[in-house]
């Protein structure tokens, strides 16, 4: 129902956007400033007054650093790092890809899909939260950190304030404080939207305080109070808040989304945000992994901060690893984009979850001999 919800906006929003440059060039690339509209066409990085949330606006493509008080020579991203995306809730599948792990070099592994994939899973379900803390005790043990996957929003009202004195923020903010003290050893999380129930960007409100806001220029946006860009950076300071000052974890957003106009949001929102420890996790093409997709738009285009690519090894598109289909030079060029443009390592899905067959790792021997699954 959600889904549906989103994609029906998400189609009107396009529909009002296309209207919106019908007088520009017809692009797709959601960058170009629109003729027809003369509200915000001289909008720069730097001088955010609230007028650019939409499609017309130029900055896609042209990040300078000037949105933020570093320049190129005082901003250091840290250390790369290299790590395993585990989606299969298979205990002693996970010992296996853990272990494998250790040996082979990786230095950290990011729980998900199948294991988590919402921060609440682990307030809501002992057994879940006993699961992931198991995990992350033997991860510890062999040398490596612990990320989870978080989506906002989901379990939340249809509709709710953006307001930050509603009640929802500190909802939030306590759904984070509760799970990071039921499970300490937990080092980092990786927030997104793409595919939450509910994307920022997408609820409505009709509040005083939402009709105040300044108008972005796009009638549809205006029609149901929502300003993207702030939006989404008002979800990191939210989350932050608690993971990184009051937990002192790591935090990741991961930028993955569905609509050429929503990782424009996503980008802008990232380029402006002031917190510069907010990492980001990328994947090397678009939505997901078609092999003949571009490279990804927000690789190297986040403002600073730590990048690093999400990779599929667990070959999602090209048989789950079931052909074999190593790709090793496919893989190579991709990350050499990546590294040349400032990625800071990768984060490497392994797998397709419990019930979706395929390792990258041991196929396809080793998928038929673990637990007899062999034909799922
Ligand atoms: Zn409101």
Known sequence: MQRIWSILLVLTLALGCLSLSACGQGDDDDNDASSDDDADDDDTLDDDTGDDDTLDDDTLDDDTGDDDTLDDDTFDPGPATYGWILMDNNRVHVSDVLARAGDLGIDNVHLSHDLIMEIDEINNDDERAELLQSIAQEAHGLGLTVWVWSHEFTDVPFMFCFDPADPIWEERRDAYREALTRIPEIDGVVLMFGSADFEPWYIPCFCQWCADQEPTGNPLLDAINSRPIDRAMMVYEAVAQVVLDEFDKQLRMRTFMHQPLEIHWLGESLRRFPRHELQVMTKDVPQDWQPYYPHDPLIGNVGHRHQIIEMDLGNEYW?????????????????????????????????RGAERSGSFYGMPVGACRREGRSGR
């Open 319 to 351: 048989g789950r690893s079931l052909i074999l289909n190593g790709q090793v030079d496919y893989i190579y060029y991709r990350y050499a984009y990546d590294r040349a443009n400032g990625a800071r390592g990768a984060a490497a899905r392994v797998e």
